[in-house]
């Protein structure tokens, strides 16, 4: 048990907390050390992640080791870098916010963080010491206009998507209520999901005259897990043509994949997985991206970040049972 | 307008109180002249139960009128007693109380109440001053034994039933978060539910020597609205004899009816109906009810009392349009 | 009863023939004298619309009146232009077709077709004799478009929308198995969604210079009924302005409502409204409409232009009790 | 690759294949050979069960390997029985049925075949060539019984069950078409479900006197994964007695927890689980089951019978992230 990589999670009750405990439990690799978390300090796991019942004795503490190899912050938006202001770890220890305080640049004393999209730059990740993970609908986002944008044929993009209530987290409130949310529809934050700022960051600096707007429109969705998007964009290119660049962008990424059929959701429910399908009608491009928001667009990333910045195989204990159903 | 019907409402901006309202407001013998809340207080009724936009333009008021010929309780189960002893109404005005205050036969000075149960006892609501309104799982299970015990056959009782979100009620809790409930079944309350008080109360009234026990199991189901219920009890009598007892037993009863195929529960969502469907192998008789939680399970049982202390048609603003999908 | 419209359904065992059926049992001012089924042909209305359990005694038959006041044609598409070729109703029998055989101006002898949308023409409904009924996604995106095109405002359109299963009719098919369905999202028709031509052809009779295009991505929801768009267009007028213009447009119909507030699908299920609701962020408008397929979508739109033919009260038999939840 | 187990797949077009596909695709210890599917020959598997995209380049065959070291017939109820009558493997090839047609003895020249509980008979299972694997509620039902029926304790049983669509098949059917299923609740195969006869037999093995009745009542869930069953039996015990019971019975099982806290469908979706809560009032005991119908209620349990067959750890390959939400 030596070699594997002792493993530590910060906020662990939440949902990106309980979907990263799910992971490193079976993750052949690691040694999952402690699982703090504030409110259930005392819990075992299975307490709070109830599914975990048979397959942990662990507890939920306060306190927790300073000297492991990786860290995962799993906290609310804005909390991390309070955090790590407030807690030194060894200066050798990884770190991984899942959270969105250092998606932008912004670092603190010692710590650079690396953008963690592996399909955007998986060579800086295998070299960096720390790393934002990036936003679900931020992630969802890119991988239907990477290679458009590396190509620099990226112009205004009209996307509409619709996400999984656990997008919403834990927390109590009026529109993650069964009674309501249950068979409706509704949109929010309309033109100005706060994902746009990573999203725009990351279309410049591959299209560094990429002047347009990502207008998009989020939609809650009456189900628990994922994430579905299409963006429409102009394209003069063939549509074959499109599927080959897409293709090539994607043809050394082991979760991403150009579909040639039409995509569903449930495709990647409970996988790391992100599938694109493009369409096209005259000079107008659909892209159809799907993938599960508590994995590809949060803890499954996380851990395959992990694995590229330990030299790991990158789908190490991530090649996951989908739902299907 | 001077004939009709003056009814308020105490407790408007909960579930019920929502339900009794949308069923006032197109009832063509009732003026709807207030509805209270100490929570909405001067909010328009469509803030808070928003598909009433363009249907009304009352607002939620603190203090109500003492003289109207009808009041709906629909507050949670405790208030209602501690409401009328801080509260009097004029000594005509009808009560018809949604919560369990008076139930099991508890009265205030110069209030006594009749449960509400039209199936059972409908002579005496029409000359009720005051209605107990039964409880959900209550009236399901008791219109799915009501003729047996009336004929003095009724034995152990092991009945399982579900329940819509709606039936736990607006607050936001654990249990009615959509990322834990959609998809989910649970059961809770195991043979403890505290409807059991009025369906016993029921049926020693109509079959004074029982003394055997309803085992009854309800669970959580995934859906907002609706119960449905399925109970075993031992009988001698065949199929067809059941059937004819439960028709002749129903014939004059427009809402609850007997039917001779199947039933599922989107057959009554949304109106006012009770199903129940029997079947049976050997000395075993299953009876299926089902109904929908909010109408003929609460509000809509409650405007049908009312209907029948006024001496109005039974079913007056209660044909409504099922949701059938 | 002499004076209460005799009203016929061809094709009443499918979705929108049911929900009429629905309509025209409690509709005051009509009499129900035949649905017509070939497939059901000799069974009762509840054996198929097994919701109207205790409703009625009627029985689906092969024959029919021709000398009814009003026949609702609830076919597949394509069927009516050959049902109406093939059989002769009286000359003033009223025709209100559900298909889309006539409403891009086709008609057959002696009968011409007006497109029954009340928001856009309701004077020329009230003289019509023969109604092709709007298409439910056609409503629905129309009538988040008509004031700006009434205006002469509308630029390029880009739509995305969501529609229950009951859109997609009453046969089995791969994509309403529940198993497929239930918390799946999927596009199809991508660009080229054939409600795209009826959409075109009301744009360009109120904004003739309309050369732009309307690209609209229809997805396939996970629930059963609603539908709920959202466009983005150009707009260089303010927020307030644009409300005046929609409130000022919709202000004489009664279904249609501008909300000042953010609207959800389930405000509209199980009623005739459509719901509409703008928001801006620079020189973006987005349009977010919402309204029961199988109502103000179909059936009840297609009462509601019978209503306007016949001289009555357009909301007559359509203030219909929400769903709610 | 020499020491992994070829397996192979008869019928993977249905549920059942496809999720036995996704349990061997990742299975350490198995090269799965091949995957017969007369309907679906010459496709890649992820055209069928589309979520397999990116994980496999298998495509579906017509004939098949006769020499591979185990087989799992996943067809339809009745049709193994003629399978391997027509069709002959090497004789050392393991038969894994997930079919009906072996459970209740018998046999056909040159094949026994043994009840795959685990639970129930490990050791018997560690010896034998050929495997009945049990039905999805008879798992459910029997794991609920099981440390009664070996106490010699068992009395009448009153069970309740709630099932997901994916039990009812591929098939396209009235009952899993998502606008009938969706929100709705309803019984079948009231007291007579062809699983009671295997069940029967578990419980005489048990306790040979065992006279009684499983009183049963399946109902369809609108969901797609899982079966909830609450059993209620008398027992003189204590609940602590009763608990101690089972967890002494399930102690050395991988996969069968008794939890102390109530429990929920969703704790085992997409796991290889059964969980088992007890809960007493008066005499009578309440048993609550919970597993995933196409785990170890069908697939998982086969892969478990296989890793029991071929002397591997139980669990291997069947350490599952639950799908949680």
Redesign the interface.
Known sequence: MANKIRAGIIGGAG?TG??TV??LL?HPNVELTFVQSRSQEGKFLH?V???L???TVLKFTSSFDKEVDVVFLCMSHGESKKFLTENTFRSTTKIIDLGNDFRLGDSITGRNFVYGLPELQRDKIKMADNIANPGCFATTIQLGLLPLAKAGLLGEV?A?G?T???GAG?K???T?????????????K???HQHLSEISQTLKSLQPNYQS?V?F?P?R??????I?V?S?VESEKSLSELNQLYSDFYSTH??T?V?D???????????N?C?VHL?K??N?L?V?T?LDN?LKGASGQAVQNMNLMFGLEETTGL???????
């Open positions: 949902y309980g979907e799910r992971l079976h307490e992640h109830t599914d019942q048979g397959d009209y509409t619709i999984g209530s656990t834990q109590l409130q009026d993650t209520h069964f009674s309501w949310r249950a068979n409706n529809i509704s949109a929010y309309t033109l100005k707007d207008n429109i939609w969705g009456d189900f628990t897990r994922g579905f299409s429409i082991p979760f994949h579909a059929s039409t995509i569903d959701l449930k495709q990647v429910v409970n996988t997985k599938l369409e009608e005259g107008k659909v159809h799907a508590l090649k996951l049972k989908s739902t299907s159903f």
